[in-house]
């Protein structure tokens, strides 16, 4: 029971660290790349207070290295998924009675574990795993899932507090925020350990159970994430992992009458499956399920004649080939006035010729590798059909090498089809198309914009002149949930830029606020009268 009201400290964003040559965080990292490299894990999954391990293994290896060996994980049958949410049922209802601080306070532990003990654990095996540079897995793996846990718990208070006013002193109006019914499934994607981390602990944070599937790709940092949430003291059974075929877990997980929502990012076409599944299952369920989704992005950079070429090359550079474009967020479509592109192309070329591709070991190597064969086989192929449309240009890059590592060189096309296929199609990888538009044509340029994509994720506008910002900021309110002015495209930060999109791009739930947790409670209303009625007659009856 409580026996106060309290208030939990307020959150600041964790600061990121540099790792520029000289700094002590630099040789830790470094320390503890080494580490990792020198030993193979081995990677059990969790449910309930068991760690399994099957007949199945998968193999992890580093996306920039893959004939290295980093470790073991295994892949679950049918029973393990059944196994994984019965744990998570057997534990709801002892951890939805738990006081509310008392759960947020195991999530405050996390985030502090994060941000000091386990922070270069968290960032090294994200660069070995899922090939971040130094930077971008300190902005991901430590920092961005440090917010999320620390802002998570201030936005969980906010809801609690908020409760409906009382106005006749005979009687008292609350509002309980309860945990949903069964269990929430937490689908998680490889390219970000923040987001695979913060699917199943939002959830949990308000009181849900969980099984969780990260990823594949993305288990070696998932298995740091597990060790800090049981550490920080998450119940066994709270947050089940588990690793396996997607369709037959899908199938498990969605036919069970006590699924309660699921919690994914990943591509459309799996979210829209997976929401029609769950359509058609609805009369197998106890109650209706949560949907949230943050899906795919065709991401746009427009600049006007008035913007900043120097600016503008510079954020288009990093928000297209930072994590090799494997961002939902990346600049995959660019937008150029004719009257500065030549100004603009000298910048971006100058800069281009500075980019080094290689493993993330190298803190010198901007660009590594895609995450997996799969991945390479789609990129290039995007690539090496858009060298046969006499429309596109290839500007810079359009190489790639995999005897080492999925190795995809930063490739710009210049096309005069604004409707090519690398102009509509999610790409996921470090490929961007330019097209030209003459001055004059801006307003037009903002209603193609609109027209190209099904997708509403991010987009950025680079001008000087405020009655084109204006414009373009109206033109464009429904192309993206998260719009910048003269800034790039991705890189948003919890607690300042709340993270969704609409249409194709999701259910625009804002991952980093207060709306998304309140996807994961149900709210009862209580109305209790201290001085009832003894009589029906009101006095519009009397004579």
Not at 114 to 137: D, E, H, I, V
Not at 284 to 301: A, H, Q
Not at 350 to 363: A, I, R, S
Request: hydrophobic residues 40%.
């Amino acid at each position: 029971m409580s026996n106060g009201i309290f208030n939990v400290p307020a959150p600041k964003n964790e600061p990121i660290f540099s790792y520029a040559p000289g700094t002590p965080e630099r040789q830790k990292l470094k320390d503890a790349i080494a580490e990792l490299r020198g030993k193979v894990l081995d990677i059990p999954l969790y449910i309930g207070n068991r760690e399994v391990r099957t007949d199945k293994k998968l193999t992890l290896t580093p996306p920039h290295d893959h004939q290295h060996i980093l470790g073991y994980t295994y892949e679950c049958g049918p029973e393990h998924v059944t196994e994984a949410i019965q744990a998570a049922l057997e534990a709801r209802t002892a951890w939805a009675a738990l006081p509310w601080e008392q759960r947020l306070a195991i999530f405050l532990k996390a985030a502090e574990l994060s941000a000091t003990k386990y922070r270069y654990l968290l960032n090294a095996s994200t660069m070995l795993g899922q090939s971040k540079n130094a930077f971008q897995a300190e902005i991901d793996a430590a920092c961005e899932w440090v917010d999320f846990l620390r802002f998570n718990v201030s936005f969980a208070t906010e809801i609690y507090r908020e409760q409906p006013i009382s106005p006749d002193p005979l009687i008292w109006n609350q509002v309980e925020y309860r945990p949903l019914e069964g269990f929430v499934f937490a689908l998680t994607p490889f390219n970000f350990t923040a987001i695979s981390g913060n699917l199943p602990a939002s959830a949990a944070m308000m009181g849900n159970v969980v099984v969780w599937k990260p990823a594949p790709t993305q288990m070696y940092s998932a298995y740091v994430l597990m060790q800090i949430l049981k550490e920080a003291g998450v119940p066994d059974g709270v947050i089940n992992l588990i690793q396996g075929d997607g369709p037959m877990i899908g199938n498990l997980v969605f036919s069970h009458p006590e699924f309660a929502g699921i919690h994914f990012t990943g591509s459309t076409a799996v979210f829209k499956s997976i929401w029609k599944t769950i359509g058609s299952n609805m009369d197998e369920y106890r109650y209706y399920p949560r949907i949230v989704g943050e899906t795919g992005g065709k991401d746009f950079m427009l600049a006007h004649e008035s913007a900043d070429a120097k600016a503008y090359a510079a954020n288009l550079l990093r928000a297209a080939f930072e994590f090799q474009g494997q961002k939902c967020s990346a600049a995959s479509r660019a937008y150029v006035p004719t009257s500065i592109w030549e100004t603009v192309w000298a910048e971006m070329k100058g800069m281009l010729e500075t980019f080094k591709v290689g493993g993330t070991e190298d803190f010198s190597n901007f660009v590594n590798a895609v995450i997996d064969e799969r991945a390479f086989t789609k990129i290039t192929g995007y690539i090496d059909r858009a060298k046969q449309n006499p429309a596109n240009t290839i500007l810079w890059g359009g190489t790639y090498d995999k005897s080492k590592g999925w190795f995809v060189d930063p490739t710009i096309i210049l096309t005069s089809d604004p409707h090519s296929e690398t102009m509509e199609q999610e790409i996921f990888g470090p490929v961007l198309t330019i097209y030209l538009y003459e001055p004059a044509q801006f307003e037009e340029t903002l209603s193609l914009i609109d027209r190209t994509s099904p997708y509403a994720l991010t987009g950025a506008v680079f001008a000087q002149n405020r009655y084109a910002v204006e414009l373009a900021s109206k033109k464009l309110i429904n192309s993206a949930g998260n719009f910048y002015i003269n800034d790039k495209c991705t890189g948003a930060v919890v607690g300042q830029q709340p993270f969704g999109g609409a249409r194709g791009s999701g259910t625009n739930d804002k991952a980093g606020s207060m709306q998304n947790l309140l996807r994961w409670v149900s709210a009862r209303t209580i109305k209790e009268s201290f001085v009832p009625a003894t009589d029906y007659r009101y006095p519009f009856l009397a004579e």
